[in-house]
């Protein structure tokens, strides 16, 4: 089953503006990541953070964290037309081993030039 | 050049038939993974592997198979029990102790 539910399914922006994008899960976690997915290709990780962190930078990427609520946000400030791609998050959920995620459905970001 | 491979990146197979899709990684990574991804979903795990010659089950592994006889190699065979094989197959590998995996291309099957 997907842990992570991803909010909005799709989201569209004029280059520079701001890109909130938003992942609920529903048990404990060890982590949380975010990945990019360009149309027809692989993943590319971004970032990860730990349960025990609340918010993590990465150049333009700002993540947190709400372990009480069981959710995630991903900010991409100043986007850019390159930044067009689906977002996933993926967890691994307390007690389970190493590499064992589980995505969410993604979320599709559409930059604007 | 570090990365991970798939090939090929297209595949096209008749009902009825097992097909094998080809995973190598060069980064030393000790285990590997086997993703499904349908459109507009995100991936589900078929398999995953974390040593030589020993590999689990993920949350969809009925109708298919893989092997790991090398660290660098990670094969899935489709076999024609898989009901509705016609998906993106996403291979990925990372450290053993490590939750950041890196992707190959991919290869998108299709049944015909």
């Known amino acids: 089953s997907q842990q992570g539910e991803e909010d909005p399914q799709a989201l569209s922006i004029q280059e520079g503006e701001n890109a909130t994008m938003n992942c609920s899960y529903k048990t404990s976690i060890n982590n949380l990541q975010w990945y990019r997915q360009n149309s027809g290709r692989g993943l590319v990780h971004l970032i990860l953070i730990r349960s025990n962190e609340r918010e993590k930078h990465s150049g333009r990427l700002r993540v947190t964290l709400d372990t009480s609520k069981k959710s995630s946000s991903l900010l991409i400030t100043a986007s850019r037309a390159a930044d067009t791609a689906s977002y996933f998050c993926?967890?691994?959920?307390?007690?389970?081993?190493?590499?064992?995620?589980?995505f969410g459905q993604g979320t599709i970001l559409t930059v604007h030039p | 050049d570090g990365g991970i491979t798939q090939s090929p990146k297209y595949l096209f197979r008749k009902e009825g038939q097992n097909v094998t899709l080809s995973c190598e990684q060069n980064?030393?990574?000790?285990?590997m993974y086997w993703y499904r991804q349908d459109p507009g979903q995100g991936l589900r795990l078929i398999y995953y592997?974390?040593?030589?010659?020993?590999?689990q089950k993920g949350d969809i592994a009925e109708g298919y198979s893989v092997s790991r006889e090398k660290k660098e190699s990670f094969p899935l065979t489709v076999t024609s029990a898989q009901k509705n094989p016609t998906a993106f197959y996403l291979c990925?590998?990372?450290?053993?102790?490590?939750?950041?995996?890196?992707f190959g291309p991919g290869t998108r099957l299709t049944v015909l």
């Open positions: 980064l030393n990574h000790d285990a």
């Open positions: 993926a967890t691994r959920a307390g007690g389970t081993s190493y590499g064992k995620l589980t």
């Open positions: 990925a590998s990372s450290i053993l102790t490590g939750d950041t995996q890196y």
């Open positions: 592997s974390q040593i030589v010659n020993d590999f």
